[in-house]
């Protein structure tokens, strides 16, 4: 029994090991220079850290023609933090409507947003950029922000949804009776007991969008404001791009998400692992 | 509702609320979505207007060898969901302790599913490169094997393409896993202990039953991911995929983004979604035979 648990522990260190390898080689590279890179030396600490990689991955190289990806890392900002805010806001406005509100239409509109969220994004990529085009918002990042706003309401309604169903609606009822309205029980009641779900949709929203490589792609064909996903992928199919470049490229384009987890994760995993993001 | 004012400005305050979401839901859902299928039945190539063709495209398109060839493509990369929900299923098992070591391993684990696809796949070009990546100088040192050129051999860039995405989507699969095997209750193991159930009857016929709606919500999500796969065959084949690496949503992309076929992608779209609704519809029609809800009280 005890070689039994021994091996399984042995198993599970090693597929560990396996499995942090490209993590590791990622970031000893992206802190060597390019004479240091080399296969046979791949698992050594960098004899001197140098940070000549990232530099030439943010600022570029004009006199090859290698655009670096700084506009575009600021272009991601621009875009993921008021798309998140927005679309968690608006999230949380219609999960409250949604379980503590019945107005006439209520059960025909949670439906809808079911279907919403099952339509196939592929099959309206073309009509989008028609409509974008139309309302003059093609290939700006503001049309970008719309975009992932409208994409992400459905998943951050249903977990607001799910999450204000656990309040009592009693809480509700009572304060009804003492004459607070609509929008008043929303700010004082609702909106206080909300910063789990808030974490759990923020991080969520803020991780896809930021993410995000096929809206990027087809809504911002204009580099200069294209999303950092789109501009690390022209950057790294440059083939004189070396590859300490493209690593140091790679890590600053996963930056902000790794920031984000690191700080907040306990918050996102304790909503995973209580099934926010799971059930219906 | 006893005051009937009051209720007639619940609603239209319930309605202020939603329309935000209303108003997206129409100009950037509902709109586009009926526009598209007027346009799967319509030859369009942006300049001249739109012209009603039947099904044109989709005779066309079933005619079409790269098509085929795409979906055979994106049939073989799905083998990526029984290999992730398999993988992720056994590490959650061995790895389930709420706590310690092995919940800072699962954090490890869940690294690359919120690092970007684009950022993982850059990383994974490099270590599968033929020459100076570092798998196939492992493969060397470790096994003696002479590795293949991965992304370069038309028998190879599928199952790379599996490998970088099975990576990639392994920690979230665990952590789903993780919550479903913290919620079996533990008197159920200790009552199978006392009537000498062995370990394999216990998972098999215990763990594996109580989780099995997980499993169900792992496979079904997987599977519409996978066949929807663009951004890692995009980045792998450096833009420039060929009958071998190509896949269904990529074609979608070259036809209405390069070609101008805006007809033909249309129907490409429509065939990919009917295509989803019948192996989610399949995996439904299985749910009732082998997954298990709890007895109901």
Redesign the interface.
Known sequence: MKIGRLL?YF??IL??IF?????Y??LVTSLKSFVEVD?KT?WRLPKTISIESFIQAWKGDPKRGLRGLSQNFMNSVYLVIPATILSAF?GS??G??LTK??????DI?FP??LF?MF??Y???????V??LQKIKLYSTIPGLI??H???G?PIT?LIFRNYYSTIPSELIEAAKIDGAD??GIYRRIVLPVSMPAFAVVMIWQF?SI??D??FG??VAPNPSVQPI??A??NL??SYFVQ?NI??A???I??LP??I??IFL?RYF?RG????SL?GV | MKNTKASKIENIVGYIFLSPWLFGLIFFGLGPLLFSIFLAFAEWDLIVPPKFIGLGNFINLFQDDMFWKSFRNTLIFSFSVPIGTFLSLLLAYLMNRPKGIFSFLRSIYFLPSITPAVANTVVWVWLLHPTVGVVNFLLKKLFLINGPNWLGDPNWIIPSLIIISVWGGLGYDIVLFTAGLQAIDPQIYEAAEIDGANKWDVFFKITLPLISPTTFFVIVTSFIWSFQVFDISYIATNGRPDEHSLTIVYYLFQNAFQYFKIGKASAISWVLTAVILLVTYIEFKLEKKYVFYGEGE
């Open positions: 399984i198993f599970l597929f560990a499995y942090l390898t490209p993590i080689v990622l296969l791949m608006l406005m219609n409250y409507v509100w019945r107005f006439k239409g209520a509109i809808m947003l919403g339509i196939p592929q099959s309206i990529l073309i009509p989008l028609q409509v719309f975009v706003i409208v994409y309401i309604t609509f929008v991780t930021w993410n490589f096929l792609l087809v996903t789109v690390l992928n790294a199919g590859w493209q690593m490229g790679a890590l384009t996963a998400p790794l984000v987890y994760g995993m995973l692992l209580s099934g799971s």
